[in-house]
């Protein structure tokens, strides 16, 4: 570990009404980016991304994409003005095709919400460069683990690397209530087991979630959206420890748990 070292993030972007009303997940966030040595640039992984090849966005100024609809009008008047980073968005698009990846570069990609609602709760200044990376749904869990890992060195460069997505997604379950409503108990069930593998550092059994994990395909009927977590687990190295940033639900159905990986200091017991 250097002095520059950056941890590895999985971090939930909520509804996009999160922007506004980030109540105690955005507040944590928050308090985490303030307490982190400045990163040098971002890397951000959006579920709100997916391509049928890794692609990496290397816009000079990305535009603010307000990919939703019926939501405040006062979302769409948020800018988040960050300037893009082209040497280290080829750089990290040859680091994939040194894994074996076929990569594709966009010149032209915005941020979407999934990438400018976290990044502007972190660093509302939008003065660190960002860098963003695609998803592939269709290619499953192992896929993003290995995408995450082909970025295994940028944080001991100081390098940012943002998953972002939601631990539980089921937009069949979603209403935008302040919490009058229980939430369906299988949340709170998956997502304490997705800590239980997290604390005991198990990522074959995160691959196999589907099958492992209690309710799962209800919790993700698609995969878009816990797939950022399995790329933070690959770019965070053979040997993390995790800290969980914050454990809460949003929205009835949005579990935010929020974490952060770090490389494991020498003789550091898992």
């Known amino acids: 570990m250097t ?11 909520g509804a996009p009404s999160f922007a506004l009303q980030p109540g105690a997940a955005g507040a944590a966030v928050s308090s985490f980016a303030g307490s982190l040595r400045r990163p040098r640039a971002i890397v951000v992984i ?3 991304w997916c391509t049928d090849v890794a692609t990496v966005g290397t816009a000079s100024a990305p ?9 405040a009008r006062a979302l769409y008047a948020i800018r988040y003005p960050a300037h893009g980073d082209r040497a280290l968005g080829e750089h990290v698009a040859e680091l994939l095709r040194q894994a074996g990846l076929d ?19 972190m660093f509302p200044d939008a003065d660190i460069p960002v ?4 998803l592939q749904p269709h290619r499953g869990t192992e896929h993003h683990l290995r995408l995450g890992a082909a970025l295994a060195a940028l944080p001991a460069q100081g390098i940012l690397i943002v998953g972002s997505g939601n631990l539980t997604h089921n937009l069949n379950d979603y209403r ?6 229980p939430a369906p108990d299988y949340i709170r069930r998956f997502a304490d087991w997705i800590w239980m593998q997290l604390q005991r550092g198990s990522s074959a059994a995160l691959l196999r979630y589907r099958s492992l994990a209690p309710d799962a395909v209800r919790a993700h009927p698609s995969e878009e959206h816990l797939l950022p977590l399995l790329v933070a687990l690959g770019a965070a190295g053979n ?20 974490f952060a990986f770090w490389p494991r200091s020498k003789g550091e017991q898992a």
Not at 3 to 13: G, I, K, M, N, R
Not at 103 to 120: F, K, M, N, V, Y
Not at 131 to 134: I, R
Not at 176 to 181: A, F, K, R
Request: charged residues 20%; without cysteine.
């Open 176 to 181: 935008p209530t302040s919490g009058e409503v």
């Open 103 to 121: 990569t594709s570069i966009d010149e032209q990609r915005g941020l979407d919400h999934g990438a400018w609602i976290p990044l502007r709760q």
């Open 3 to 13: 002095d520059q070292t950056q941890p590895v993030l999985f971090l939930p972007h």
């Open 131 to 134: 860098v963003s990376l695609s």
């Open 46 to 48: 959006s579920a709100h």
């Open 239 to 258: 040997d993390w420890r995790v800290e969980r940033l914050y454990s809460g639900i949003s929205d009835h159905a949005l579990a935010m748990d929020s």
């Open 63 to 71: 535009d603010t994409l307000h990919d939703f609809h019926g939501f």
